[in-house]
Nanobody, 114 residues
């Protein structure tokens, strides 16, 4: 069983930055293919960033150029660096495989507000 634990969320001002972390544990050996999703109130969960083979990254249009996904396999941790935050980035953020494969974690709340 794989367990995903997200952290690093909080309150940020518009234009600010946050760095999210997702630690994987359990029956997972490598985390070369991972993704970050987010779910805003009243909206469906959406994919915002993915990484495959540990290096190939893709981003949704709404975050491209502002967010960066990366992985540290030694720590079995995937990161999401979020810069130039906007109020519309407010959501609960989750990590998982790009085709969500693992049980969802509890997520981490990101609120962007002045």
């Amino acid at each position: 069983q794989v367990r995903l634990v997200e952290s690093g969320g909080g309150l940020a001002q518009p234009g600010g930055s946050l760095r999210l972390s997702c630690a994987a544990s359990g029956s997972i050996v490598r985390i070369y293919n991972m993704a970050w999703f987010r779910q805003a109130p009243g909206k469906q969960r959406e994919l915002v960033a993915s990484i495959t083979s540990g290096t190939i990254t893709n981003y949704s249009n709404s975050v491209n150029g502002r967010f960066t996904i990366s992985v540290d396999n030694a720590k079995k941790t995937v990161y999401l660096q979020m810069n130039s935050l906007k109020p519309e980035d407010t959501a609960v953020y989750y990590c998982n495989g790009p085709n969500p494969t693992y049980p969802w974690g509890q997520g981490t709340q990101v609120t962007v507000s002045s």
